[in-house]
């Protein structure tokens, strides 16, 4: 079992740059692969960023390519999502996920565990 924290969500204008958090309890964490996903308003919630259980392999949503980087810190239980040249577009509720694999996948139902959410929004 774990237990995720998000953090670090806010106003920012359009061009800053923003970096979330996300605190896991437990101490198991190194065996995770971990996620990042949004969901804006009156949208579904999409994918944005992937991590295996190293850190090692990452994954990103077409959309973030180039300006959001996923990374973790094993020792300190805890996984980020630094955001450059964010876009009004990006405004939405961030969600960090894990799940029991070491692999990751693009798809909300493959993880187990969701912190609950820290608001971004990107004024123009």
């Known amino acids: 079992q774990v237990q995720l924290v998000e953090s670090g969500g806010g106003l920012v204008q359009a061009g800053g740059s923003l970096r979330l958090s996300c605190a896991a309890s437990?101490?198991?964490?190194?065996?995770?692969?971990m996620g990042w996903f949004r969901q804006a308003p009156g949208r579904e919630r999409e994918f944005v960023a992937a991590?295996?259980?190293?850190?090692?392999?990452?994954d990103y949503a077409d959309s973030v390519k180039g300006r959001f980087t996923i990374s973790r810190d094993n020792a300190k239980n805890t996984v980020y999502l630094q955001m450059n040249s964010l876009k009004p577009e990006d405004t939405a509720v961030y969600y960090c996920?894990?799940?029991?694999?070491?692999?990751?996948?693009?798809?909300?139902?493959?993880?187990?565990?969701w912190g609950q959410g820290t608001q971004v929004t990107v004024s123009s």
């Open positions: 991590i295996n259980w190293s850190g090692g392999s990452t």
């Open positions: 437990g101490r198991t964490f190194n065996a995770y692969a």
């Open positions: 996920a894990a799940r029991s694999g070491g692999s990751y996948y693009r798809l909300s139902v493959q993880y187990n565990y």
